[in-house]
């Protein structure tokens, strides 16, 4: 099928961002033979959240084999759960493969996007002008440093660096580290550091569960014989067993009182226990919210990590940071040569900063005023023929992000078929139906484990969780096919 529409017009794609799922949005257009397609990223290289990313001790926590693309199999995977720069390789592999980077303007950061007589006008940061039928926002949620808002910030005169820039130059070994924060990113670093700094202090504001898992290494006879037998690794690549696991995980996550969650917080607290001899330290790590109300925590030995010699957890609040380290509310100061906050995205942000105007002078920012929203985290009313591939409200955090992100482009391309079959010019959800969603996804997201209690990235500024509330099967069935009721077609 040409990718022109029914009255012989060529059809023009502008992608946002050049990450994972911006390759695959290229990939699949392609695939659909559409062919006038560019992608505009703000760095210089592909890769997003792989290629920003670059600290110590950087690993998935899906595995390896499972956090591939379901078209291009890899068998060189290292381990269960793959280290980060074998993350980016893949990444920068494929596009090399299918020839993305043919698409791509680097150093070219969207900062407009307005849409008037059926089409995106598009503005970016170095002065590029550009209009298409249609924009691929592949933003995703995590690329916004978050930066502490602690008194003194700027009075120390070590180096320090967020988790995300990671400043590789600095000299880590036989150094006294600090390290604020212990979400995931924490947690690795502590694992990759506790050996090689003099002292490593990290602060923590609130105690993880944390899952133990096991992350074996794979031997050269294993990655043969995956080269060798294309079946042995299709079956990795759709493990059943991570697929059943994935499966009650998004059904304990649901339901807050279901007893698959009731499991969950039985292996943490055991883990938690059985882990940690100090029974102080172990009081520290410990906890006062349900499991899985934060994003759980999947990692083999950080309860090892956290009690070596030469590492402190810190658990009094920061009063403030001076020149030479960081002093709590009990009047210490730890002092240290290198101070790295790991301390988070902004995770309402998405498309954000861009200012983004849809039909009518609609203004994203004042739609998004209380929340971020969009139908089935694809479609907004009144931004036609734009869509977000891992955009807000869905399962970010609940499974692996390339399985939604290839079931959201291929629910997509459903869309902009409307468009090439000559049905409409214009295509987005209506506000009715957006509505509708919005009622029944707040009130299911009440009632999971994410809004049983604490304060997490997954919050939005009202306290109600933002992520997708209900199950992967429910997902998988809701990106089959759109419900063209749902959507307004114009033109």
């Known amino acids: 099928m040409s990718g022109s529409t029914a009255s012989g017009r060529n059809l023009r794609f502008v992608i946002i961002g050049a990450g994972m799922a911006g390759i695959l949005a290229a990939i699949k257009l392609r695939e659909a033979d559409y062919d006038d397609i560019v992608i505009y990223e703000k760095a210089d290289r592909i890769g997003g959240t792989w290629r920003d990313n670059t600290y110590p001790g950087l690993t998935c926590d899906v595995p390896s084999h499972s956090y591939t693309y379901s078209f291009p199999p890899n068998p060189e995977w290292s381990q ?3 280290p980060g720069e074998e993350v980016f390789g893949y990444f ?3 596009a090399d493969r299918y020839k993305v980077g043919d698409l791509v303007r680097f150093n070219q950061e969207v900062t407009s996007c307005v849409f008037a007589d059926g089409r995106w006008n598009l503005e970016t940061k170095s002065g590029t002008s550009d209009s298409a039928d249609f924009v691929i926002a592949a933003t995703v949620v995590l690329h ?10 700027d009075e120390f005169t070590g180096a320090m660096f967020h988790s995300s820039r990671w400043d590789h130059e600095i000299p880590l070994d036989g150094q006294r ?13 502590v694992s990759a550091l506790a050996e090689r700094a003099s002292k490593l202090s990290q602060f923590q504001r609130t105690a993880q569960w944390i899952m133990k898992v096991e992350n074996g290494f794979y031997t050269e006879e294993q990655k043969a014989a995956f080269r060798s037998d294309p079946e042995l690794l299709r079956r990795m690549q759709c493990d059943e067993t991570y697929m059943a696991n994935v499966k009650r995980f998004t059904d304990a996550i649901s339901d807050a009182n279901s007893p698959e ?3 969950i917080e039985a292996f943490v607290l055991d883990n938690l226990e059985q882990s940690v001899r100090d029974p102080e330290l172990k009081e520290k790590l410990r906890p006062t919210y349900r499991a899985a109300c934060k994003r759980l925590i ?16 810190v658990t009094e609040g920061i009063e403030r940071i001076e020149a030479n380290g960081v002093r709590t509310k009990d009047g210490r100061l730890h002092e240290v040569d290198v101070l790295v906050l790991a ?3 902004r995770a309402d942000q998405f498309m954000r900063p861009m200012h983004i105007v849809g039909r009518g002078g609609v203004k994203l920012n004042d739609i998004w005023a209380k929340r971020p929203c969009a139908y089935l985290a694809v479609s907004m009313p009144d931004f036609p023929n734009l869509f977000m591939v891992n955009g807000p409200t869905g399962p970010v955090g609940n499974f692996s992000l390339i399985d939604i992100a290839e079931r959201q482009v291929a629910y997509i391309t459903q869309l902009i078929d409307q468009i090439r079959q000559g049905r409409c010019r214009e295509i987005s959800v209506t506000q009715e139906a957006m509505d509708v969603y919005e009622v029944k996804r707040i009130a299911a997201a009440k009632g999971t484990i994410f809004g049983s ?4 990235w997954y919050l939005d500024a009202e306290g109600v969780p933002a992520s997708w509330p209900w199950s992967y099967d429910a997902f998988a069935q809701a990106m089959t096919e759109p419900d063209l009721a749902a959507y307004a077609q114009v033109g």
């Open 92 to 94: 920068a592999g494929i």
């Open 343 to 345: 301390t988070g995205f």
């Open 298 to 313: 999947y990692f083999p030995d950080y309860y090892e990590k956290i009690q070596h010699p030469d590492v402190e957890l």
């Open 144 to 153: 916004h440093p978050s930066y502490p808002d602690i008194r003194g910030i």
């Open 177 to 189: 580290v600090g390290l604020i924060g212990n979400g995931s990113t924490g947690v690795q670093i």
């Open 453 to 456: 209690g604490c304060n997490s």
């Open 261 to 263: 969650i009731a499991q």
């Open 80 to 82: 269960y759960l793959p």
